[in-house]
C-alpha cells in the first residue's frame, strides 16, 4: 500500500479524480434563468409581432464610443431603465448587432428565447447576456412590477428595439 498525504502530488491527483467522478455522478440543474441543455435548439421559437405593453424605457446615460479613444464606429454605449408592469410585455427583438447585458434588480420575468424551447424565469438578482445568436421577448406575468437595468451597443441612434 502506497502511503500519501494530501500534500502529495498522487495524494492531489487521487482526491481530484474522486471529485471529478463524484461530480459527473450527479446531473447538474441549469443556472437561474438559464436554457436547461435539452431545451437548447437553434429557432425553437418564431418571431412574434407583439407591441410594448406597459413598459417604460428610460436612457440614463450614453456614451459616444465612435470617438476617441474608443473608435467603435458607429455606436453608442447606453444603460436603460426599462420597468414593466404586471401583464408587460417586451415585443420581439434581436441582439444580432447589438450585445446587451440585462440585470434585474426587481420582480420576476418571463423571457421566450429564439435559441430555447422552454420560457426562462429571470429573477432579481439575475444578469442575461444578450447575443447575436438571440432573438427574443419578455413578459411580466407576475402582479408586482418588474425593473431591470440594459447596458448595450447601440448602433442606430433611431432605434426603438427593446
Not at 502511503?3 to 481530484?16: A, D, I, Q
Not at 479524480?17 to 431545451?39: H, Y
Not at 441582439?95 to 420582480?107: K, L, M
Request: with cysteine; net charge negative; hydrophobic share 45%.
Amino acid at each position: 500500500m502506497l502511503p500519501f498525504t494530501s500534500n502529495s502530488r498522487l495524494g492531489r491527483g487521487l482526491v481530484l479524480a474522486a471529485v471529478v467522478a463524484s461530480a459527473s455522478a450527479f446531473a447538474l440543474p441549469a443556472l437561474a434563468g438559464e436554457c436547461p441543455a435539452d431545451q437548447k435548439k437553434p429557432n425553437a421559437r418564431e418571431a412574434v409581432d407583439l407591441k410594448p405593453v406597459g413598459v417604460t424605457d428610460t436612457v440614463i446615460a450614453s456614451i459616444d464610443v465612435s470617438k476617441a479613444p474608443f473608435n467603435v464606429d458607429g455606436r453608442n454605449f447606453r444603460m436603460r431603465k426599462l420597468t414593466i408592469e404586471p401583464g408587460g410585455i417586451v415585443p420581439w427583438h434581436s441582439h444580432a448587432d447589438r450585445p446587451a447585458i440585462i440585470y434585474i434588480t426587481e420582480g420576476e420575468i418571463v423571457e421566450y428565447a429564439s435559441n430555447c424551447a422552454a420560457p426562462l424565469v429571470h429573477k432579481a438578482g439575475d444578469v442575461v447576456a444578450e447575443t447575436p445568436d438571440v432573438a427574443h421577448w419578455w413578459k411580466n406575468l407576475g402582479d408586482k412590477t418588474v425593473v431591470l437595468l440594459s447596458a448595450d451597443l447601440m448602433k442606430d441612434p433611431n432605434d426603438k428595439n427593446m
